[in-house]
């Protein structure tokens, strides 16, 4: 059938044969299309890497499909209230990079509360907490990390309402607004210059004993979002705030440096990966693996009406999920501006990635070159304390 409708598009049938096609279409089902698009994901020995986890192109097609199928994915969406009260009710044509922070900041949610191996099914109910964290991104002006809050935020940041955010931009107004998520508890970190203080970011993680201390026991809330919390006790009480690290980064001038390729496919090697938030000018993607020479991301330029939670709280939640395989780039078209970003729910998680980077630092043969993050202790991108 893409032979006949390439044909088609090179002029070779007539408007009757191609008016047949688009029907044939309208009558397929979804698992027709989902069978049909999975054909068309490489046939390679190469792995594939879906936020640190490894799939065969070969064998779990379907295990990769049910992976990517269960990340959070936001689009543009219109008719939402609008903004600030007087402002757009769509995002279309410059919401793009926004709602790409939206799906990294999901990501990290989702792993907080519900753990990388979860996953949805569209005729499974599921649980409450998944709701709050669904909830939190909901455009209206009262979600933790909605279009309104992430747009208003962005006034700070010398963004009109309206306007194109680039990596840096949206990585800062979403660390300011997790400030206000007392369900999540998060510690955000964006990194500058390059640069990962270690010592910086355990102080930042392990604040939450002064603020919280035995006061926890009294000040549970039942509800987050509208929704029934699952959080137990003994996350207030915890020695480390769960963090997502998030570092902003340059990989050349024009056009994304061949030498930090290598180092950037590592990133979505690690079992913290959130991904990277990035793409081309003026048009974001979340990148959340790659295959071969290939990145796979989530589009957000698809515009679909805003969605309301019903009077029972729940929330029709099937235009959330990117349900067919997701699209493909050549990592070398890759904008150089780009936002990578890691999770790390203990500190056990984020002494592993410190590990993980410097085994990735150790193996480069021409570290001044080729490192993406430059180290001044060890000759590691990492600090210990910062100079």
């Not at 979600?143 to 931009?169: D, F, R």
């Not at 206000?180 to 355990?202: G, R």
């Amino acid at each position: 059938m893409k032979e006949a409708v390439r044909a088609c598009l090179a002029g070779r049938m007539g408007y009757g044969c191609l008016l047949f096609l688009l029907q044939c279409f309208s009558t397929l089902t979804y698992d027709t299309l989902r069978f049909a698009e999975l054909e068309d994901f490489p046939e390679t020995s190469e792995p594939v890497w879906i936020l640190g986890k490894n799939y065969s192109a070969l064998t779990e097609k379907e295990e990769i499909l049910s992976d990517v199928t269960s990340r959070l994915w936001f689009t543009y969406r219109r008719n939402f209230p609008a903004i600030g009260g007087t402002g757009p009710t769509s995002d279309t044509g410059w919401g793009c990079m926004l709602r790409c922070g939206q799906m990294i900041f999901a990501q990290a949610l989702l792993c907080r509360h519900l753990g990388r191996d979860w996953r949805w099914e569209k005729t499974r109910r599921q649980k409450d907490d998944y709701f709050s964290v669904l909830n939190a991104f909901i455009d209206k002006k009262d979600s933790y990390y909605s279009i309104h809050q992430i747009a208003q935020m962005g006034v700070g940041e010398g963004k009109l309402i309206g306007q194109w955010y680039g990596p840096n931009t949206v990585a800062q107004v979403l660390r300011k607004l997790a400030a206000f998520d007392s369900w999540s508890s998060l510690a955000v970190h964006v990194a500058m210059d390059n640069t990962v203080v270690i010592d910086e970011i355990k102080r930042l993680c392990k604040s939450s004993v002064a603020c919280t201390g035995a006061a926890a026991f009294h000040s549970m809330e039942l509800l987050h979002n509208g929704f029934p919390s699952e959080a137990r006790i003994e996350d207030k009480l915890s020695l480390w705030k769960p963090l997502i690290l998030l570092i902003p980064l340059r990989l050349g001038l024009s056009e994304i440096n061949e030498a930090y390729i290598e180092t950037l496919k590592q990133c979505f090697m690690q079992p913290q990966s959130l991904g990277v938030i990035g793409g081309k000018p003026n048009s974001a993607h979340y990148f959340i693996g790659y295959v071969g020479e290939e990145l796979i991301y989530l589009d957000p330029h698809t515009t679909q009406p805003a969605v309301e939670p019903s009077n029972n709280c729940f929330i029709p939640d099937e235009s959330f999920h990117c349900q067919h395989p997701p699209c493909r780039m050549r990592i070398s078209d890759l904008d150089p501006s780009i936002a990578v970003g890691f999770f790390c729910n203990t500190e056990g998680d984020f002494e592993e990635w410190c590990q993980h980077i410097r085994k990735i630092l150790l193996m480069q043969t021409d570290w001044r070159g080729s490192l993406i993050l430059r180290m001044r202790n060890l000759k590691f991108s990492l600090f210990k304390t910062k100079i």
